[in-house]
């Protein structure tokens, strides 16, 4: 039995479909946080995740302390309606895996982001923003490597003036009346 030119064609056109929508990666450089922040918001990002659209159904987080490797399986699903067509019940299955590196580059940490599954690229980097985005706000803002640590500079260098400091106990030149301390509580019998 021979094969039709055309069915070779098809199969390895699928076959190259395949292997370019498998394990997808996405990273992202954290510039002005230690590792041990990074790593601190990469597992409370893990273990609660916000969606807007989605109801998580299962969230298992497996943390690896040592490879600051953090794998995850998830479940979601939600019910999808729109104008004109009936609902629609849908679910994802996540398999995740989050891991803290180091742009050597950039001497920077870097997580990177990949999905053990196949999936459409697309999906994966959207996933992979909506888990950088929660990091990100975890975080809070970075502290840039110019500025110094201390509060006292920081404002000088940012080119906002400092207050002058609040003056010691100066009467306001009114006369006022002392302040009457509070009776003492009688005790009850």
């Known amino acids: 039995m021979r094969s039709s030119p055309f069915l070779a064609a098809f199969s390895l056109t699928a076959l190259v479909a395949v292997s370019s929508v498998g394990c997808?990666?996405?990273s992202q450089v954290f510039e002005g946080y230690s590792e041990d922040q990074l790593w601190t918001a990469m597992v409370a990002t893990a273990r609660t995740p916000v969606y807007d659209d989605w109801k998580v159904m299962d969230n298992q987080v497996f943390v690896d302390e040592a490879s600051r490797r953090i794998e995850i399986y998830r479940v979601l699903k939600r019910t999808f309606v729109?104008?004109?067509a009936e609902p629609q019940r849908e679910s994802?299955?996540?398999k995740l895996q989050i891991m803290l590196g180091r742009?050597?580059?950039?001497?920077?940490p870097l997580v990177d982001f990949t999905a053990r599954q196949v999936d459409v690229p697309a999906h994966v980097w959207d996933e992979a923003d909506r888990y950088f985005l929660q990091m990100r706000t975890l975080l809070g803002p970075a502290m840039s490597s110019q500025t110094p640590a201390s509060s006292s500079n920081t404002a000088i260098d940012s080119g906002t003036p400092t207050p002058?400091?609040?003056p010691a106990e100066e009467s306001s030149g009114m006369?006022?009346?002392p302040i009457d301390p509070l009776p003492e509580p009688t005790p009850k019998r």
Do not use: A, V, Y
């Open 103 to 108: 742009d050597e580059e950039l001497g920077q």
């Open 92 to 94: 994802e299955e996540w």
């Open 175 to 177: 006369d006022e009346p």
């Open 82 to 84: 729109s104008p004109h």
């Open 24 to 26: 997808t990666s996405r």
């Open 164 to 166: 002058p400091p609040l």
